[in-house]
């Protein structure tokens, strides 16, 4: 059977199906017992696996239609962020936010939470206006904003069918310039946390928790029509310097790999990623876990990972630092809270890094909800007890599937 991007994981599935339109989609469906679908497979843990057929969406048409007057673009839930840029930038239009990378699909993106980074900007999925559902048993289903189900199936887990199609807010294309600035001390970062990650549209704060105790890079993203950022004074004032070339975030990773840098204003899709769409994002051999607090426990958070810096940072390409602007979708990591994303960008190790999670989760404050597609291990049912609407988005999985032809081994673990 085939794996993940990162390989490490198979897919127990017993089948791969690639339906190339909405007819071989509904066939494929109606002839599947359990059932999942894949996404463009970036995900580290098993949310998309099933024992039995999964569906693909890389070979569904991409179906863009760009409606500028509404402000909104409708795509297949297949489309990756990275086509659907170059092709709104062809219509002069933008989206507000994007992940590290540009290679993941809309639809897989959104299930999981998945979010860059900014003060102001909430995860990719706060841009949804709109989805439309195969429900498992056939029937097309859309809900909109405002919908009272709507929050709930957003971010969906995969479990609730098909996502057909995604309806995403846009609006006018916009430059950004990014910058990258080096070596800041722990203690000053945590002094002054919140004007860092205020001083740009988006800020990144780069660090391998090692005893040396500094963040090893400041990637700041500025929307041009912002003004000048702060972080253009705040970082020296601070004592950090600007880099003098490119720079990848991982260590002795190939700069040419990452979106321009140097203060260059440009396009907004080539920059808020860091990562180029021709290019293997992050290191390509690695596993990956997130783990989310509210702002106030972010220095708490920051302090136990610099507690375990001895072991962590043996296992350790990059971590990455990022905020998320709070939201009201039931399962997002930043339902009702502004909050900040401590990122970890593995070594390859699955037993070493599986061993250490635990011993990390545990020195986390208890407001801590993981990323649903990367790995961790804390216990299921404390997880479900962080998402105050977990059990509203149980009912609308059971309304949707009673037959539970969706639910696989990572939702029952969450009592589904
Ligand atoms: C190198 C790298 C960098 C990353 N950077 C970031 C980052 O910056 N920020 C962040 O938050 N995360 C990041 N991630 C994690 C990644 O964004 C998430 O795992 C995301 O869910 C992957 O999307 P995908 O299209 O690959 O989905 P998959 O992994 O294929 O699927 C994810 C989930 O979506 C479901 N799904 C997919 N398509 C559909 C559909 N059409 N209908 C119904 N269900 C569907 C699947 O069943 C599954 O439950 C990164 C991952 C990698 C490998």
Known sequence: MEANWAGNLTYGAQRIV???????????????????????????????????????????????????????????????????????????????????????????????????????????????????????????????????????????????????????????AYDVAQTVHERLGWDTAVEHLDALTASATSVSLFTDWSAAGQVAQIWTKHRADAGAPAAADLLPALGATLADGP???????????????????????????????EFTPSSGRELQSEYFVPRADAPAAIEAFRSLGDRISPLLQISEVRTVRADDLWL????????????????????????????????L??????????????????????FPDWDRFARLRAQLDPERRFVNGFLRRLGL
């Open 332 to 363: 997002s990591p930043a339902r009702g809270q502004d909050t900040v994303a401590f990122h970890f960008t593995w070594l390859p190790d699955q037993p070493a890094v599986g061993a250490l999670l635990p011993q990390i989760e545990g020195a």
């Open 18 to 172: 690639h339906p190339a339109d909405r007819a071989q989609l509904v066939e494929a469906l109606a002839g599947a017992g359990e059932v999942r679908v894949v996404g463009s497979r970036h995900s580290f843990n098993d949310i998309t696996d099933t024992t039995g057929t999964l569906i693909a969406t890389d070979r569904l048409p991409a179906g863009v239609e760009v409606d500028a007057a509404a402000g909104v673009v409708r795509v297949g839930g297949g489309v990756r962020y990275g086509d659907l840029a170059a092709l709104l930038d062809g219509h002069g239009l933008a989206l507000p936010n994007l992940a590290s990378l540009p290679h993941i699909s809309v639809a897989g993106a959104i299930a999981t939470g998945t979010h860059g980074s900014g003060d102001r900007l909430g995860s990719l999925a706060t841009s949804v206006r709109a989805l439309t559902l195969l429900t498992p048993g056939g029937d097309e289903v859309r809900y909109a904003r405002g919908d009272e189900d709507f929050p709930g199936a957003v971010v969906h887990l995969g479990a609730l069918g098909v996502v057909v199609e995604v309806e995403l807010e846009v609006e006018p």
């Open 247 to 277: 720079r990848h975030p991982v260590p002795g990773g190939d700069a040419r790999a990452s979106t321009e840098q140097g203060g260059v204003a440009g396009n907004w899709a080539q920059r808020l990623p860091h990562f180029r769409l």
């Open 365 to 386: 404050p208890p407001s801590v909800r993981p990323h649903w597609g990367k790995l961790w291990r804390m216990d299921p049912a404390f997880v479900t007890s962080r």
